[in-house]
């Protein structure tokens, strides 16, 4: 598979090092973006907590709830699909696919591939053809190529 991007060539590396840049290094998942840390886990707690107080204080108030209500359900909900997402890293994270998984699941990116490809074929068939005639004329001049 071809790389993504090209290799820095080492006197253009050796001249960024120079002025102070560094190669990036990917740093590790801050434990308050983990779902299944206990750092998250507690801090969603206490968020749970007072927005239910808080609710509970509008009910008595007779004032509307309907905000602390969707911020309620909202807290478990985004741990949980959170948690889902990360079931799932490589279909999100990191993982190239293929040409022939990308085809597979797109009809209309499969249909351009391969008119793309007949295209190509059709044009390397007319190129050959073409360079075929140009050497057999030399061959025929006496020239040598």
């Known amino acids: ?15 960024l090092q120079s002025v102070g840049f560094k190669p990036y290094r990917q740093q590790a998942l ?10 998250r886990n507690v801090i969603d707690g206490i968020c749970f907590f007072i927005l239910f107080k808080l609710r509970t204080r509008a009910q ?11 911020a309620l359900v909202s807290i ?14 490589n279909d999100y994270m990191g993982h190239r696919k293929t040409l022939q998984e990308r ?3 797109s009809g209309l990116t499969a249909k ?7 295209i190509n074929s059709e044009y390397q068939t007319e190129m050959r053809r073409e360079i075929y005639q140009l050497e ?8 040598e190529y």
């Not at 008595?60 to 969707?70: C, E, F």
């Open 1 to 15: 598979m071809q790389p993504l991007f090209e290799p820095i060539p080492t006197e253009v590396k050796n001249r």
């Open 30 to 39: 801050s434990p308050m973006f983990d779902p299944r840390s206990i750092q």
């Open 60 to 70: 008595k108030a007779y004032a509307p709830t309907l905000v602390y209500s969707i």
């Open 76 to 89: 478990p909900l985004f741990n949980l699909f959170g948690r889902l997402r990360l079931d799932m890293p």
């Open 103 to 105: 085809l597979k699941y």
């Open 112 to 118: 351009a591939f391969y008119d793309a490809k007949k």
């Open 136 to 143: 057999k004329q030399l061959t025929e001049k006496g020239i």
